[in-house]
C-alpha cells in the first residue's frame, strides 16, 4: 500500500565507492597548466617579490633553463640558473607582452627513480603583443621538462628548443589602414616584431646573462661575507688558482730497480758457505792459495739477448770436492788432490791409471746481485 514503509529495502547492488584523486606528481603537465594560471594573474604592479615567489613554486633551488634557436647569424644557445630565471620570465612582458601561455600537444611522461621527464615534441608558446599593434605570436618548439619525484613536484631543468615562429595580425586591422592608404602604417605592419618568436628585450638580457652566470659566485660571496667586489673577486680567482696548481695526487709508480742481495742472503742461499763479496773485484796473483779457496767459475752474461744492463746477471758455478782433504794437500800435494803434476817436477807426467781416484764433484749453482759487466 502506497505510504508504508517496506519490510525490506530492495537491493540496487554495491555501493559505488568514491575513487581517490590521482596523485599529485603523477600528472606533469598539469603543473604547466597551474604555471600558466599563474602568468595570468600577474598585473603591472607585480614587483620583484612576486616575481621570486613564482621561481619557487615551480623551479628547485637548482634549476636550470635553456633556450636554444637560431637567429641570422646562426644558431644559439643560453642557459641560465635559478637566480637569473624570474628576470627572464619578467622580461618577456617588459617587451611588450600583456598574455604568455604554454601548450603542449602529446606530451610523453618517463619516469624515473627520483624525477619525471616530459618531452613534448609539439609545445607551442603563445604570447600577445597588445600594447602598440594587436599582434599574436605563436612560437613552436620542443620543450624537455624534468620535475621531481615529490610532492611539490619542481622543475630541475628547462629545455625549450625553438623551430619556427609565427606572428599573427588581426585581418581587420590589415584592412583598416588598408582603408585609409597609410603606406607607413602598412610597412610596419609587415614587419616582425620579434625575433624567432623572443622580443629584443628578452634577447637584451639573455645576452646579459652570458656576463651575470659566471659572476653568480662573486655575488653569493658578498652577500655571504660582505666583502667589497674587489675582495670577493680576489677571493674567488685565489681558490681557482689553487685548484688548478694543486692537482688531486696521483700514486706515484714504484721503481722496478731492484736491490742488491747483501752477502749474508747470498751465504744463506749457498749453504752456509760465505763466497767472496760480489762487489769486489779480485784477480789472483802468483802465490794465490788455490788450496784454501773456494773454486768458482762465473759465467759471462748472454751477449745474443741484448745489450749488457742492470738486468744481465752472471750465474757462478761451485765445485766442491767431498773426499778432498786441504790441510794434508799442503804439506804433500802443492797442486792439490785433482792436480796431474804429483811431485815429479814441474815437468813430470804422472800415468792416468797411477793417479788417485777422484772424489764425487756436486755442483751448485746460484745467482749473484746485478753487477754491471766490465767485459
Known sequence: MP???????????????????????????????????????????????????????????????????????????????????PRYFRSIFEGGVTDLSYNLRHPKESFHTTSITLDCDQCTMNTVHGKSLYTQVCTEGKLILEFTFDDLMRMKSWHFAVRTARELVPRSAVAMHA????????????????????TNSTLNYLRLCVILEPMQELMSRHRAYALTPRDCLKTTLFQKWQRMVAPPETARPQSKRRKRKGSASNSTGSGGINPPAANKKRSPGPNFPLVTQDVMVVGEPSLMGGEFGDEDERIITRLENSQYDAAGALDTEPFGADSPLQGAGPNSWQPAQDRPPHGNISTSQFKMGRRKSNF
Not at 604592479?45 to 633556450?67: C, I, K, P, Q, V
Not at 637567429?71 to 630565471?85: A, Q
Not at 592608404?181 to 616582425?192: A, C, F, H, R, T
Open 3 to 85: 505510504g508504508l514503509i517496506p519490510d525490506r529495502i530492495p537491493d540496487h547492488g554495491p555501493m559505488p565507492i568514491p575513487r581517490r584523486a590521482a596523485p599529485y606528481f603523477g600528472q606533469p603537465d598539469y603543473r604547466i597548466y597551474e604555471l600558466n594560471k599563474r602568468l595570468q594573474q600577474r598585473t603591472e604592479d607585480s614587483d620583484n617579490l612576486w616575481w621570486d615567489a613564482f621561481a619557487t613554486e615551480f623551479f628547485e633551488d637548482d634549476a636550470t633553463l635553456t633556450l636554444t634557436f637560431c637567429l641570422e647569424d646562426g644558431l644559439k644557445r643560453y642557459t641560465i640558473g635559478r637566480t637569473l630565471i
Open 179 to 198: 582603408q585609409q592608404q597609410d603606406p607607413g602604417m602598412m610597412e610596419q605592419l609587415s614587419k616582425n616584431i620579434t625575433r624567432q618568436g623572443l
